[in-house]
């Protein structure tokens, strides 16, 4: 399974960041199979942000839940995160991945973001 991402690599403060992420070679509606996205900011660990799975459940992490919404266009075989009133903190390079349940892992590239005037 092969994913990338794409979106806007400056946006503004306050604005909304739309990243998508394109995969090939599966399918996103599999079930039992979820669809991460991830972000590690300059200097600092991963940071998971949410989840969806094949069958559409949803899953935020706590701090960011109230900014996040993550959805699915199974047509297109995509998913995107959305994450709204963007500050520089959300400065960092944001990852999708994809997880089976065996415990498989596949990557996409990353995508630098940077929350900025």
């Known amino acids: 399974v092969q994913l990338q991402e794409s979106g806007p690599g400056l946006v503004k403060p306050w604005q909304t960041l739309s990243l998508t992420c394109a995969v090939s070679?599966?399918?996103?509606?599999?079930?039992?199979?979820?669809w991460n996205w991830i972000r590690q900011p300059p200097g600092k660990g991963l940071e998971w942000i949410g989840r969806?799975?094949?069958?559409?459940?949803?899953y935020y992490e706590a701090s960011l839940k109230s900014r996040t919404s993550i959805s699915k266009d199974t047509s297109k075989n995509q998913f995107t995160l959305q994450l709204t009133s963007l500050t520089p903190e959300d400065t960092a390079v944001y990852y999708c991945?994809?997880?089976?349940?065996?415990?498989?892992?596949?990557w996409g590239q990353g995508t630098q973001v940077t929350v900025s005037q």
């Open positions: 991945f994809h997880k089976t349940p065996a415990v498989d892992f596949d």
């Open positions: 070679g599966g399918s996103i509606a599999t079930a039992y199979h979820s």
């Open positions: 969806i799975t094949g069958s559409g459940y949803l």
